[in-house]
């Protein structure tokens, strides 16, 4: 049996505004799915959908309303958040906002590594450092020592994984993490995430309404509209044969091979 890495059980949000007179804004969140082993799952949908909440959820960053995250068999209420944060890493839509524009980038690798390997010395941090950036493609002769404004959105975008990457986590939620940055990048990073997930087993929650790049990438779908979800499945099944309208609309809407195929 694979392995399953977490499960999510009907994990749901509201979102509250106003203080006084507190209005729900947003409560129809309601999610349940898993991810196994070595698995790329793609969570698409339009804009406002709620794709970015279910991550926020999963890394922490929000709290759920209601619901449970179960990673590697244990409720992530019960995990101290440096435990939790050496399993699940997280790369966002936007590389630049995770860089402080005053610091070299390697400021990003040595904070990493001072939580995640803080008894190695710093001779096998630099190899470790070195060693991690060549996973992703870059060259340290490249990029360390130089400043954030200094390197191309994909480069930056792929420090940020090797950063992920220097905890050795079993998971990784990756909201958007191609949107900006240009075509070559992007097919970089797509191909780079698979290639983690045959050579080291990580699995992958990919965030994306690219239809497309879901498409490429993911082993299994799940399609979201306005916080439920509508459809899921292993990828082609869900887009070469959509059961959903709503599915049907999506795929409709991308001008390419997939609406010859559906
Ligand atoms: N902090 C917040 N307060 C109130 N409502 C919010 C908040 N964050 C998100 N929402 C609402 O929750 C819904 C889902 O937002 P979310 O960012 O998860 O969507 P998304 O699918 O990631 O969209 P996108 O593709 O544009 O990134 C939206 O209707 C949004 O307005
Ligand atoms: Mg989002």
New binding site residues.
Partial sequence: MVEEIIRIENLTKR?I?GIIKQKE??GALDVSFDIKRGEILSLV??????????ANMILRLLKPTMGNIILLGKNIKEYKIKKYYENVQGIFQDPYSSYNFFYKVDHVLNQAISHSLSWVDIAEKERIISNTLEIVGLRGTETLGRFPHQLSGGQLQRILLARCLLFKPRLLIAD?PTSMVDACARAEILNLLKKLKDKSGISVLF?T?DIGQAQYISDRVIV?KK?EIVERGPTNDVFLNPKNDYTQNLLASVPSIYRKWA
Avoid: D
């Avoid at 949908?45 to 279910?54: I, N, P, R």
């Fill in positions: 979102y505004s804004t947003y949908g339009e804009s406002g959908s709620g794709k970015s909440t279910v958007e965030i309404h979201m916080g």
